[in-house]
């Protein structure tokens, strides 16, 4: 059973930066694509980023140049960094690992870890 804990969540000032952490049990991630959601009150959940098992980045035009999505497969754990935060990226941020070949992975999801941007 494949599960996924995300930790790093928390309350930040405008243009500051926090640094997401993902750890997977039950499961190699170097066999996934790995990515990051998140949902905004009352907006529907979104893609932030993904990551290729060849280690290939993808991200939306909302983050692209602000965060980084990166893989270490040795810790079975994925990073979301994101820098130069802004009120708009306040959300309940999900890690997302999917054994197919997809830009926007959706097998398998954590319970999330909240994010804060104060203005």
């Known amino acids: 059973q494949v599960q996924l804990v995300e930790s790093g969540g928390g309350l930040v000032q405008a243009g500051g930066s926090l640094r997401l952490s993902c750890v997977v049990s039950g499961g190699t991630i170097s066999s996934y694509t790995m990515g990051w959601y998140r949902q905004a009150p009352g907006n529907e959940r979104e893609l932030v980023a993904s990551?290729?098992?060849?280690?290939?980045?993808y991200y939306e035009d909302a983050v692209r140049g602000r965060f980084t999505i990166s893989r270490d497969n040795d810790r079975n754990t994925v990073i979301l960094q994101m820098d130069s935060l802004e009120p708009g990226d306040t959300a309940l941020y999900y890690c997302?690992?999917?054994?197919?070949?997809?830009?926007?992975?959706?097998?398998?999801w954590g319970q999330g870890t909240r994010v804060t941007v104060s203005s």
């Open positions: 997302v690992a999917d054994p197919r070949n997809s830009y926007r992975p959706s097998e398998y």
């Open positions: 990551i290729s098992r060849g280690s290939t980045p």
